[in-house]
């Protein structure tokens, strides 16, 4: 986990001269980061189907539904046009659908989700960086059913 950091923080370090003033927020461009998806939080990663669609994809080894274990999750997001733009960022919506698979560490069980997303974005220009926060209801499947109506993740990456 120690190198997937430093590598992490490598590629944040590089410069951004290429994206000054663009937005990222386009066909064709990726981010990785930090996040939060269905099953847990880790290594966050989008990539822009097109400017009006995006996949998201989060796999870590904690907070399986508080339990431990190992996470997955990707998600399918519109994204809607920006709602407000300058100079420095623009802030823009998505919303979409998602699912979820995690392994639980102490029984190995399964568990499965699925979850609603909308997504509120702040995307910096000068530095291709873009921070999400993500309502999230989400519907558990397996080991057992169970809804949760109130669910917020985060995201924090640098697009290339």
């Known amino acids: 986990m120690s190198r997937l950091l430093t590598a992490l923080l490598a590629l944040l370090a590089l410069p951004a001269v290429a994206h000054a003033g663009a937005s990222h927020r386009r066909s064709g461009t990726t981010g990785i980061g930090l996040g939060a998806g269905t099953t847990g939080a880790g290594l ?22 508080g339990s431990g274990g190992l996470g997955l999750s990707a998600d399918y997001l519109y994204e809607m ?7 420095v960022a623009e802030l823009a919506w998505n919303m979409g659908a998602g699912a979820g698979l995690g392994i639980y560490s102490s029984t190995a069980l399964p568990g499965v989700a699925v979850s609603g997303v909308a997504g509120l974005e ?11 926060v993500e309502y999230r209801p989400t519907l558990s499947v397996v080991p057992a059913v169970g809804l949760s109506l109130f669910g917020l993740t985060a995201h924090l990456r640098y697009f290339f």
């Open 44 to 65: 966050s990663a989008k990539m822009f189907l097109s400017d009006a669609s995006a996949v998201q994809a989060v796999v870590g080894p904690w907070g399986v539904w």
């Open 81 to 87: 046009p920006t709602l407000v733009e300058g100079d």
């Open 122 to 132: 702040v995307a910096f220009k000068p530095a291709p960086l873009d921070l999400v």
